[in-house]
């Protein structure tokens, strides 16, 4: 457990900084399921105002990460083991969905734009493999591996922006198990172990690609439905 999930924050720190530390600390265990919360405690143990930390309940409470129990109380959610696998697939039916309607919708534009996305993270993961080869697997490459975990981000926002359907991308905004900034922390923590399984991720990318391309749905929404149920497993430690 991380002892500075809650430590003072910056005073420059705003609402989605305070955000990203509340997530954080749910996730570390600093703040337990079922444990009532106030914003003006929470704001007392970041070093900050209250107006930044009601910001930031506002939208955990959005993603079912905090429950209103009343007027002013809050709690931190206490979703059983039944409950967040059912989170999961609900963002993986989602996604698989997404993407047949992005292989059936996607503009030659916006399919190019992809392939443009791709590139960029292929280029970059080919220097992280060259600074493993060439220095050991000590070697620091997080901005690297940061770079490439934004791009793939990127890639998946751009594919459920081509199906150009608003309330199906507000409906998978809304199921999502963990938000980008916690997958990227998760995937900087748990890459040095699992590295096989990310590059074989990284990979599938390309495949979903290729059916886009090709608009083959059938081939797309598979594809997708694999990519994202063993992305989200693997966060939540399945």
Known sequence: MSSDALSPMETTSLADQAYRRLRA???????????????????ARLGVSPTPV???LRQLVHEKVVERVGTRALRIADH???ARSEIVEAEVRLS???????ARNATDAQLAELGGVLEQ???LAGQIERDLAENGAHTDTTDKLVAVHRLMRRFH?????AVGNPVLAGLLQ??????DEERLDLTIKLAPERAEAFRRRFREHRSLLDALVDRDEERA?????RHHREALNQLSGS
């Open 80 to 82: 059983s083991a039944s």
């Open 25 to 43: 600390a749910v996730r570390e265990g600093a703040l337990q399921p079922g444990e009532k919360i106030t914003e003006r405690d929470l704001a």
């Open 54 to 56: 009601r910001e930031a």
């Open 121 to 123: 993270a292929d280029s």
């Open 96 to 102: 698989a969905l997404m993407a047949r309607l992005a």
């Open 221 to 225: 929404e598979l594809l997708a439905a």
């Open 157 to 161: 926002h751009h594919v459920e922006a």
């Open 174 to 179: 809304q199921a999502r198990a963990f938000s």
